[in-house]
């Protein structure tokens, strides 16, 4: 998904607000474009700032390091019949135990299981006693049956002695980089070709992280500087009752009292929560007030396709192939779920609006 800008808050209660659209041709109407918001909203002369152009170097040990870790997801196996283990590892294992009279049953005697020490479900005491165990040396481990013992009731609580015996450790092995690996898993034909690939990506990737945060601070500067009147009364009616339906809705779903559920969660008495959601919806309406007055000075648009793929890469990210099964099992659209959970559309207008700032900035600077 095309990376957008955050617009966080010191309260992070909820994302964003629902604004529905079509997807035809077009561009997508800027909200609250119903209101004159030059009245309410005085911007900063932002053309002023300074800013920086991205300087990014990709060394060889950048590239190295990239390599590496496409490597280590192709990993083969490969046994140590050598050394210690420890917690983390991967061991086959061998082990027989007695019980205090020198009976055994099948189901105390295994040869040749494979476990992750510190992973496995065993009882107590048996993986513990693996730690800095020697590969190929019997362990023995004295220990007791829980109780109760649900496995195998007839043993809960009797005390037990195993054997163990680590055969081997089994360990991952990076693949390795050869014209062979590059063919079957990239474009590229050669080693060589593909650490060009990869210097590309790096380079690309670097530059929009730099970009990132350097239109970040802008967007910083211009919300400190920004002059707004007050929130639109009617938009922070609109977010308080959004806010309040959803919460009201998940203390249902908990099962818990509206008091119950805001002492719990938000350690808020009711007339705490409501004078707090009240001014986080009126800092979340200012904020939008102040993207949406630039991105009227600012002339810019997000057109209906350009916001449609983006709803189509979220849907497709949760692996629902089309609208409707992904409405099914969210109990809501797409675009509801876009906006609640990413404000997507007033991440894009932000991301418009400081693209033309930041562009004009570095061209009046050259």
């Not at 929560?273 to 007030?289: G, H, N, P, T």
């Not at 002339?299 to 990210?317: A, F, M």
Request: proline share 3%; with cysteine; aromatic share 10%.
């Amino acid at each position: 998904m095309k990376k957008v800008l955050s617009i966080a808050l010191s309260i992070v209660l909820c994302l964003g607000l629902v604004f529905m659209t079509g997807c035809g041709g077009g561009n997508i109407d800027i909200p609250y474009s119903q209101y004159d918001l030059t009245e309410y909203v005085t911007l900063p002369d932002y053309d002023s700032y300074t800013t920086e152009k991205p300087d990014v170097t990709i060394t060889d040990e950048d590239i190295d390091a990239a390599i590496d870790e496409v490597l280590a997801s192709y990993p083969t196996q490969k046994e140590e019949t050598e050394g210690t283990v420890e917690k983390g590892d991967k061991i086959r294992y061998s082990y027989k135990g007695t019980l205090a009279d020198g009976s055994t049953t099948s189901g105390m005697n295994a040869d040749d299981e494979e476990m992750t020490l510190g992973q496995a479900s065993m009882i107590d005491g048996f993986q513990e006693g693996l730690y800095g165990a020697a590969i190929g040396k019997p362990v023995t481990l004295n220990l007791k049956f829980p109780d109760p013992y649900t496995n195998n009731p007839d043993l809960a609580g009797k005390d037990v002695t195993f054997v163990v015996t680590v055969n081997a450790k089994i360990v991952d092995v990076p693949a390795e980089l050869t014209d062979e690996f590059v063919k079957e898993h990239s474009d590229e034909k050669t080693v060589a070709d593909y650490r060009k690939y990869m210097a590309k990506q790096l380079e690309e990737e670097e530059t929009e992280n730099q970009l990132y945060d350097l239109k970040d601070k802008i967007w910083t500067q211009i919300l400190a500087e920004a002059q707004v009147t007050e929130a639109i009364p009617e938009e922070v009616d609109a977010k308080v009752e959004m806010f309040n339906s959803r919460y009201k809705a998940i203390a249902q779903q908990q099962g818990l009292e509206w008091e119950d559920f805001l002492d719990q969660y938000f350690k808020y008495d009711v007339e705490e929560y409501d004078e707090q959601i009240r001014l986080y919806a009126e800092s979340m309406v200012k904020m939008e007030m102040t993207v949406y007055a630039a991105a009227e000075k600012e002339n810019v648009n997000v057109s209906k396709k350009e916001y449609q793929e983006q709803l189509d890469e979220i849907r497709e990210s949760y692996g629902y192939e089309d609208d409707k099964a992904f409405e099914s099992a969210a109990g809501m659209t797409v675009e509801q779920f876009a906006e609640e959970n990413y404000s997507l559309k007033l991440n894009m207008f932000l991301e418009e609006v400081l693209d033309s700032i930041y562009n004009r900035i570095v061209k009046n600077a050259e």
